[in-house]
């Protein structure tokens, strides 16, 4: 039972370094910093997806082996990798989406 707590405190997501990223003295970032901006973002979606999943994949394997007290330790893993699912999904129709219109511009 140990390592196992009853709440655990949720964590900020980093996606892309959103709200903390360019001071007002940077007007217009390089392309490089950009597209490391576009891949971070991405990258940390991802690494949420694999980290809850995983998360719940070991509550699953604790519930089984009995070693869980409580009954919503399992549902609430499922849920946080449910969004964090959901996230990325959104975050790849989004760029779809924006990619497409990029593409139907003339120059």
Do not use: C
């Not at 604790?62 to 964090?84: C, F, M, V, Y």
């Amino acid at each position: 039972m140990e390592g196992v707590s009853f709440i655990t405190p949720m964590q900020l997501w980093n996606i892309g370094g959103i709200g903390g990223g360019l001071d007002e003295t940077q007007t217009m970032p390089s392309l490089n910093a950009e597209a490391s901006l576009f891949k971070d973002v991405f990258k940390n979606a991802v690494n949420q997806v694999k980290e809850t999943q995983a998360d719940v994949e070991y509550k699953q394997y604790l519930l089984s082996t009995g070693q869980i007290n409580d009954a919503h330790t399992l549902p609430i893993a499922e849920a946080k990798a449910s969004l964090s699912l959901d996230v990325l999904i959104t975050l790849r129709n989004k760029t779809l989406e924006s990619y497409n219109e990029l593409i139907k511009m003339n120059v």
